[in-house]
């Protein structure tokens, strides 16, 4: 049977409806997020589909070779060169999206010097190396949300795990892991930022992987805190005296309790990522 929610969790969600610029921010946010998701279907220097020669083709989906539409060289196809544009004009169409412009292409066709104005080819203009700012907006929004969501869980997952686990065992455990906290937390992360990226070729998943290794931190002390708070009431000490192991206590019992004051400080660790 499909599970109801509780009385408490049905108050709250009427409560979060019930806030105006809250309701209408989250559906805000979710629709600019689902339109990013789409960014290839909306700015892209390749068409969205394309027939030729009695075939079809998904160009934003895959690559073809320019010798694929009559040209001469096996390299990926350029759809903004007027010959490849010519030859599948002469036999077949192109459907391009709303911007015919990624995030990366350079616009060698303007009429003045870049940075230009908006105008009806560029809505927001082009930047100092003539590349449409639109299409780079769109896409620096999912790169930059879809960054957050991911630290944030991250983080999430790393500090409910680690301040679960020293709440609810306290002593030696808890003793142990406030130390090890307070030497990792005192690292320099911008210093291992410069160090890294010196050895390594910097990249997304790098600046994810370090950051993950600290955002964690200042979640610890808030669950930590929810968990030496509840592991000591009664419903509790009733669980582990009828049994239940210590991962089902902390994880049917505790973690709902100290989630409340731990989802109040992640759309902070959110906005920061």
Do not use: C
Not at 240 to 256: D, F, Q
């Amino acid at each position: 049977m499909r599970a109801r929610p509780s009385p408490i969790a049905r108050r709250r969600w009427q409560v979060f409806r019930g806030n105006g610029r809250a309701w209408w921010s989250l559906w805000a946010f979710a629709l600019l997020l689902i339109v990013s998701l789409g960014a290839e279907l909306i700015a892209n220097d390749k068409p969205i589909v394309m027939h030729y020669q009695g075939q079809w083709y998904a160009p934003v989906v895959f690559d073809y070779p320019e010798t694929e539409f009559g040209g001469f060289l096996p390299t990926t196809a350029d759809y903004r060169d007027p010959a490849v544009r010519e030859n599948i004009a002469a036999q077949g169409w192109m459907l391009w999206p709303a911007v015919p412009f990624s995030y990366d292409t350079l616009d060698r066709e303007l009429t003045g010097p870049a940075p230009s104005p908006p105008s009806s080819r560029h809505w927001l203009g082009t930047d100092d190396h003539g590349r449409d700012v639109f299409a780079r907006v769109i896409y620096g929004f999912r790169l930059s949300v879809v960054f957050a969501v991911v630290l944030t869980l991250g983080s999430m997952a790393l500090g409910v795990l680690f301040g679960g686990v020293q709440g609810y065992f306290g002593g030696k455990v808890d003793l142990i892991g406030q130390r090890i906290i307070e030497i990792w937390s005192g690292m320099p992360v911008l210093f291992l930022l410069i160090i890294l990226a010196s050895l390594v070729q910097p990249n997304l998943w790098w600046l994810l992987g370090i950051m993950l290794l600290f955002s964690w931190l200042g979640l610890v002390d808030i669950v930590r805190a929810e968990f030496l708070r509840a592991r000591n009431l009664e419903y509790v000490r009733a669980a582990r005296a009828m049994g239940l192991p210590s991962r089902l206590i902390m994880w049917r019992h505790v973690l709902p309790n100290a989630m409340v004051a731990t989802l109040t400080f992640i759309p902070f660790l959110f906005t920061g990522a």
